[in-house]
C-alpha cells in the first residue's frame, strides 16, 4: 500500500471510530436501541451493494454478449487507474471501520451495566435457573435472600437497568442464558462468574417474555425455558416485600411443611412421588429406606445420608437406568431444608 494510501485509510478511521451512535432511553443507554440502530445500518449498507452488484451484471450482461456489434473488437489498453483504485480502497474502509465502530458500541453497552442497576443472581443448571434476590429496590441487603427456581418461577425484574450474575450450580454443565427480546445471550460456565445487562423499559411493564437456555446441555435442554417479567418500580418493590415475607413465614414452619413445600417445588420437576414408573428421575414415592442399586452395580439403602448425599453431589451414586441428578448447593438449598426434605420423605410411602 502506498504512503498516500495509508494515510488516507488512517484518516478515515481517526474521523469514523467515534462516529457511532448510541442510543438512550430515561438517561441510561439502551443495547437493544443500539443493537437496532447497528442492525439497520448493516442491513442498509448491504442492500445498497447487492444492488449495485446486481444492477452492475445485468447491464454488462447485455452490454457484452456475444452477439453485439463490435464484440470481436480489442478493447482500448488502460494501464491501471489511480484515482479508481484510492476509491475502491477509500470506500470500503469507510464502510468497515463504520460497521466496526457501531458493532463495537454496542458489545461496549452490553458490557457496561450503570451502578445503579438492579442486581440478580441467575444459576443455571441441568435442567432450569436459580434466581435469587439479595437486596431491595434501593440496593439494601434483605436479612433473608428470596430464591426463585421451580419450573413456573418467572424471573421478575423492575423497570429500569437490570444486572444478571451468571453462573452454574458446581459440576454442572456449559449453559447459555439467551433473553431475545433484550438481545443478549451470554454463556453460563461451571466456575466462572460473568454477567449480561439490560434496560427493561416503561412499555415492557406488565408483559412476559420468553427465557431460553441457547447451548446443549443434555437430554432435557430442549425444555430448559423460563420466562422474564418486567413490573413498574413500585409493583417490584411490592412483589419484593411480599416475597420477603413468605421466605420469613416459611422458616417458622414445621420441617414436615417445609419439607412438603420443596419437594413440590424443587424435587417434582424430574422427580414425581406418585409412584408412577417411566419419569425422568426415580420416584420419590417409598423412596426412604429402600435398597437403591446403582449403575456401577453396587446397592445402599436410600437413608438420610444417601439422601443428602444425592443432593449435594448428583453424580456421587447414579440410580440404574437414570441420567445423574443435578447438584444443589446450600446456596440454593440449605442443610436445613435438606433436612426438612428428607422428613417429608419419609412420610411419602
Ligand atoms: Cu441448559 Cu441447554
Redesign the pocket.
Known amino acids: 500500500m502506498s504512503k498516500f494510501k495509508l494515510l488516507l485509510v488512517l484518516l478515515c478511521a481517526v474521523v469514523l471510530i467515534p462516529a457511532y451512535v448510541i442510543a438512550t432511553e430515561g438517561g441510561y443507554v439502551d443495547p437493544v436501541k443500539t443493537w437496532e440502530f447497528g442492525y439497520k445500518l448493516w442491513l442498509y449498507i448491504s442492500a445498497v451493494i447487492w444492488a449495485g452488484v446486481t444492477i452492475a451484471l445485468i447491464y454488462f450482461i447485455f452490454k457484452y454478449k456475444k452477439k453485439s456489434p463490435g464484440r470481436d473488437v480489442d478493447g482500448e489498453y488502460i494501464h491501471g487507474n489511480i484515482g479508481l483504485e484510492i476509491l475502491w480502497t477509500a470506500i470500503p474502509t469507510v464502510i468497515v471501520i463504520l460497521l466496526a465502530a457501531q458493532t463495537w458500541a454496542v458489545f461496549n453497552e452490553l458490557r457496561s451495566p450503570p451502578d445503579d442497576a438492579y442486581e440478580i443472581s441467575v444459576t443455571?443448571y441441568?435442567?432450569g435457573f436459580d434466581y435469587v434476590y439479595n437486596y431491595d429496590l434501593e440496593g439494601k441487603l434483605l436479612p433473608q435472600a428470596i430464591k426463585k427456581g421451580t419450573p413456573t418461577d418467572k424471573l421478575v425484574v423492575p423497570e429500569g437497568p437490570v444486572k444478571l450474575l451468571l453462573g452454574t450450580r458446581a459440576g454442572d454443565v456449559v449453559?447459555?442464558f439467551y433473553i431475545p427480546v433484550f438481545k443478549t445471550k451470554e454463556d453460563m460456565i461451571p466456575g466462572r462468574k460473568t454477567y449480561i445487562y439490560f434496560l427493561a423499559k416503561e412499555e415492557q411493564i406488565g408483559k412476559t417474555f420468553p427465557i431460553y437456555?441457547a447451548?446443549?446441555?443434555?437430554t432435557r435442554?430442549s425444555l430448559?425455558l423460563s420466562d422474564i417479567e418486567v413490573k413498574s418500580k413500585d409493583e417490584f418493590k411490592e412483589w419484593v416485600s411480599k416475597q420477603a415475607m413468605a421466605v420469613a413465614e416459611a422458616a417458622q414452619a414445621s420441617p414436615l411443611e417445609r419439607g412438603k413445600k420443596l419437594v413440590g417445588s424443587q424435587c417434582i420437576g424430574c422427580h414425581n412421588i406418585t409412584g408412577e414408573p417411566g419419569g425422568y428421575a426415580p420416584t420419590l414415592k417409598g423412596v426412604f429406606g429402600k435398597e437403591r442399586e446403582f449403575e456401577d452395580g453396587t446397592t445402599a439403602v436410600a437413608d438420610e445420608a444417601y439422601i443428602k448425599e444425592s443432593i449435594r453431589a448428583g453424580d456421587a451414586k447414579i440410580v440404574k437406568g437414570y441420567p445423574k441428578m443435578s447438584n444443589f448447593p446450600p446456596e440454593s438449598i440449605s442443610d436445613e431444608e435438606v433436612n426438612a426434605i428428607i422428613e417429608y420423605l419419609k412420610t411419602v410411602k
Open positions: 443455571g441441568q435442567f449453559h447459555s437456555c447451548e446443549y446441555c443434555g435442554h430448559m
